[in-house]
C-alpha cells in the first residue's frame, strides 16, 4: 500500500490506471498515471495524462522510479506530479475556507483544468466553447501522446472549426445534440471523407467531449450513444449531363433562396472543388493572366493550389448575379434549399438506397432529390467528365485527387460500366 497525502478533511494519492494483479503480468506496459481524492465516503479521479509502466512506478512513493536505466523524462513527470499535488492541496485550503465546507465538484472542476491547463478564473464554465477547450485539450495531451494521434486529434479540431465557419456560431456543449451530429457528418460526406474517416473524426470528438464532462463543463452525456462511430453506410449519387443541364436551365427568378442555392452548386459542379472551397469564391479568387482571366484558390481540406480558367459556363452564372460569384450560403440552408431546387427540377424518381447496420444489408428507395446535396456536384463532375473518357490525369488536375485509385473510389457508377468505358477509352489497344 503506497502512502496517502493526506489532511484532515480529505486524502489525496496517485496511482496506475490499471490493477496491480493485471500490471504484474505485464509489468513493462504502460498504464496511465492517475490522481485520486476522497473525502467521507465521496472520491473521484482524474488522469493526470502522463504514463508509466509497473516496473518503473514506486508503489511507495508514489511516483516515477529514479536512477540509472530507468524513464528518461522521470525527473520531469515527478515534478510535475509534486506540482499538482501541492496546488490540490492549496486549492482544497481555498475552498474550505470560502464556504466553511468543502464542495468536492468545485474542487473537481479546479484540479481538472489545472491539468487540462485551462484557467477557470480567465475562462468561466459559462465562456468556454467546445473549440476552445479542445485546444488546452489537445495542448495538455501533446507531451503524452505520439505524433500521429495528436496529428489526428488536430484534424479533428480543425474541422469544428470548420463547421463554427460554414454555420456561423461558435460551438457550445450544449450544442452536442443528434442534429449538430448529422450536421457534422454531411460536412464530412461534403469533404469528401469516407466512412472510416468519418468515423476516426467521431471517436476524437467523443474524447474531447468525454474530457469535458471529466472536468464538470459538460453534463449531458447523451452524445455517447447517439454519436455512433458510424456503422452505417451513406449513398452517394451523381447528376448526369442531362439533369444538370435540367437544374441549369430551370427558372429560379422569382425565388431568389432557390436561384442562389442552384447557381452556388452550378459553380460547384463547373470547377469541380469541395463545398468548402467553392462556396464563398469572391472577387479576390479571380486572377487575370496573359491569356485571360482564371479562378485560383488554395483547397481547405488538403492545401492544393486549384486553378481553371473562366469558363463562359461560370460566367454565365455569375451574370445572374451582377458578373460576381452567388453569394455564400451557409450549409444547412445550402443543403436544404437544394433539395427544393431539385424536387422542382423534377428529380423524383426513386433511387435504391442500400445501407448497413453491422453485417446486416438493409434496401429502400429514395426520391432522387433527397440525395442531391452540395457536394454532389463535385461528384458529378469527376463522373460525367470520365463517362466521357476524358483523361482521369486531366480530371484530377483539377479535383486535386492525389492517386488513381483515390479517383476510382470516388466515382458513382457501378464497376461494370468503369469496365467498359476503361476498355472502349483503348486501354486494351
Known sequence: MGKLISNSKGVFRFSLKESYSKLSE???????????????????????????????????????????????????????????????????????????????????????????????????????????????????????????????????????????????????????????????????????????SMGKHIKNLKIFLNEAVSEGLMTNISYKKQFKILKKQTTQIYLNQEEIELLRDKDFSKQPKLEQARDLFLIGYYTGQRVSDYNGLNQNNIIKGEDGHSIKLKQQKTGYIFEMPLIKKIRDVMERHNNNFPDKMSEPVFRENLKTVARQTGLTKMIKVKSYEGRTEKAEEIPQYKLVKPHTARRSFCTNHYMARKPIQFIMAFSGHKTEKEFMNYIRVEQKVKIKTIVESGFFD
Not at 27 to 56: A, Q, V, W
Not at 111 to 136: C, H, P, Q, R, W
Request: with cysteine.
Open 26 to 196: 505485464k509489468p513493462t506496459e504502460e498504464s496511465l498515471i492517475m490522481f485520486h481524492f476522497s473525502l467521507d465516503g465521496k472520491r473521484f479521479k482524474k488522469s493526470t495524462t502522463y504514463k508509466c509502466s509497473l516496473e518503473n512506478w514506486d508503489v511507495d512513493k508514489q511516483r516515477v522510479k529514479m536512477g540509472r536505466h530507468r524513464t528518461r523524462n522521470a525527473p520531469l513527470v515527478n515534478k510535475y506530479l509534486n506540482e499538482l499535488e501541492e496546488f490540490s492541496i492549496e486549492k482544497l485550503s481555498e475552498i474550505k475556507s470560502e464556504s466553511n465546507g468543502i464542495d468536492i465538484d468545485k474542487l473537481k472542476r479546479e484540479i481538472g483544468a489545472y491539468i487540462s491547463g485551462v484557467s477557470l478564473v480567465s475562462e468561466s464554465d459559462e465562456e468556454m466553447t467546445l473549440v476552445k477547450f479542445s485546444e488546452n485539450t489537445l495542448k495538455s495531451k501533446n507531451r503524452v501522446i505520439v505524433k500521429s494521434t495528436y496529428r489526428s486529434y488536430n484534424q479533428t479540431l480543425n474541422l469544428l472549426k470548420l463547421f463554427e465557419e460554414q454555420n456561423g456560431f461558435q460551438l457550445k456543449f450544449e450544442n452536442m445534440t443528434a442534429q449538430f451530429y448529422r450536421q457534422f457528418l454531411n460536412m464530412l460526406e461534403d469533404e469528401d471523407f469516407n466512412v472510416n
